[in-house]
């Protein structure tokens, strides 16, 4: 089945950029999907479709996604994008939605 | 506004079978490309994908998971119902119900349900 590495962890100061990853095998042939969650609180989603923003989320996150590697940007970090986000896709064979292991992203 | 709410048990034992509900409201079950997905998180760790429902009755479910879980829907009440046999101490987790929204051969999930733990122990 198809596996999504992310990296556990990882912090930024405040005002930088965080780039999150999430590697699978030839992952830019698929559609990669980022979700937020904040501790005690449910999953929300990000960026949809690789690069989408849902209404109301602020411009600074952004997603890309090329050869192994998806990405997720978060610039000008504040510390309310403290959180563990997860990147998924859906494995058609079999047919699977999948989940990066998360990574949480400290806000130093 | 699209919402989602799960409900069950808080707490079941070793071998019982567990029932939980996903109540949605501001969409229908019957909606073309959408459906609604259970996905779960054992405390501490990441999310955990186990079963999806289309609005045309497709099933979908985790591979290694197949065996113990069932989901259903019905229309009529807006709910969605999934059961997972056979429940052991690992399957303590937040149980999230989440839309799914399909779209060109993809699919992601928004909104969520606000979750409910479940924990097993006898």
């Known amino acids: 089945s198809y596996v999504l590495t992310q990296p556990p962890s990882m912090s930024v100061a405040p005002g930088e950029t965080a780039k999150i990853t999430c590697g699978g095998n030839?992952?830019?042939?698929?559609?990669v999907h980022w979700y937020q969650q904040k501790p005690g609180q449910a999953p929300v989603l990000v960026i949809y479709c690789d690069s989408d923003r849902p209404s109301g989320i602020p411009k600074r996150f952004s997603g890309s996604n090329s050869g192994n590697t998806a990405t997720l940007t978060i610039s000008r970090v504040e510390a309310g994008d403290e959180a563990g986000y997860y990147c998924?896709?859906?494995?058609?064979?079999?047919?699977?939605?999948?989940f990066g292991g998360g990574t949480k992203l400290t806000v130093l | 506004q699209v919402t989602l709410k799960e409900s069950g048990p808080v707490l079941v034992k070793p071998t019982e079978t567990l029932t939980l509900t996903c109540t949605v409201s501001?969409?229908?079950?019957?909606?073309?490309?959408?459906?609604v997905t259970w996905i779960r998180q054992p405390p501490g760790k990441a999310l955990e994908w186990l079963a999806h429902i289309f609005s045309n009755d497709e099933k979908s479910y985790r591979t290694s998971l197949k065996s113990r879980l069932t989901i259903s829907k019905d229309t009529s009440k807006s709910q969605v119902v999934l059961t997972m046999t056979n429940m052991d101490p690992v399957d303590t987790a937040t149980y999230y119900c989440?839309?799914?929204?399909?779209?060109?051969?993809?699919?992601?999930?928004?909104?969520w349900g606000q979750g409910t733990l479940v924990t097993v122990s006898s």
């Open positions: 501001g969409f229908s079950l019957n909606n073309a490309r959408m459906g």
């Open positions: 030839n992952i830019g042939s698929e559609s």
């Open positions: 989440a839309r799914g929204i399909e779209v060109a051969g993809t699919e992601w999930f928004d909104p």
């Open positions: 998924q896709v859906w494995d058609k064979s079999p047919d699977q939605r999948v």
